[in-house]
């Protein structure tokens, strides 16, 4: 089966920067993805980390070490509307074979003025 | 048009009903998903189209039936549901149920509550 591991809640203040790690077990790693989703919304793609190393995409970064089974999501400049819930999800081979996306229980990020 | 619709948006229903949620994305993506969202949890697989064709069945209860009847569509038929079924149901797609990058688009979900 396959297991994600990340803190439930982070709080930081507008401008810091922060960071939610993600680790995992999985079967059959396809690599590991960040979706961001607020209250009351749907789930939006951040970034994909299919290789080790650094994917920036503006204020966000994500990191992959596959050897050691881990990841994070980098939020740098923070803004109120950051406040949401981020979700590290593996794509895997699964028990069955399949290759679909399993979701981390999540990190709800409170930013403060 | 980067866009998954989902209606209705808010679904009130008995535990003797039959109702329908419905998904639409014109993207042309081929691979098609069903996930359910309780409050403060992540979403959880319930049914994958590929190709039209039912690719992944989460041993989901037999009062969920998913259909698939295009490429652009996807339905849930519910009925008898119990009311730990009330929650968001979400619709994603993706280009392809494939290995590597594949992002999903997800729809505004489905609130649904069961009484």
């Known amino acids: 089966g396959q297991s994600l591991e990340q803190p439930s809640e982070v709080t930081a203040v507008e401008g810091a920067i922060v960071q939610i790690n993600c680790t995992y077990q999985?079967?059959?790693?396809?690599?590991l993805s960040w979706y961001q989703q607020h209250d009351g919304g749907a789930p939006t793609f951040l970034s994909y980390?299919?290789?080790?190393g650094l994917e920036e995409t503006g204020r966000f970064s994500s990191f992959l070490s596959r050897s050691d089974s881990y990841g994070y999501l980098l939020l740098q400049e923070l803004q109120m509307k950051d406040s949401a819930s981020y979700f590290c999800a593996v794509r895997d081979q699964g028990d069955t074979g399949r290759r679909a996306l399993t979701f981390g229980s999540g990190t709800r990020l409170q930013v403060q003025p | 048009d980067t866009e998954v619709t989902q209606t209705p948006k808010h679904l009130v229903m008995g535990m003797t009903n039959k109702k329908s949620l419905k998904c639409e994305q014109h993207?042309?993506?081929?691979?098609m998903y069903w996930y359910k969202q309780k409050a403060k949890k992540p979403p959880e697989l319930m049914f994958v189209?590929?190709?039209?064709?039912?690719?992944i069945n989460e041993s989901v209860p037999s009062r969920f039936s998913p259909e698939c009847p295009n490429s652009s569509l996807l339905n849930l038929h519910l009925h008898a549901l119990q009311p730990e079924d009330s929650a968001l149901y979400l619709c994603?797609?993706?280009?392809?149920?494939?290995?590597?990058?594949?992002?999903?688009?997800f729809g505004p979900g489905t609130r649904l509550t069961v009484l």
């Open positions: 189209y590929s190709y039209e064709k039912l690719s």
């Open positions: 980390n299919g290789l080790d």
């Open positions: 993207m042309g993506h081929r691979a």
């Open positions: 994603a797609s993706s280009q392809a149920l494939a290995s590597g990058y594949n992002e999903q688009f």
């Open positions: 999985t079967s059959g790693f396809y690599g």
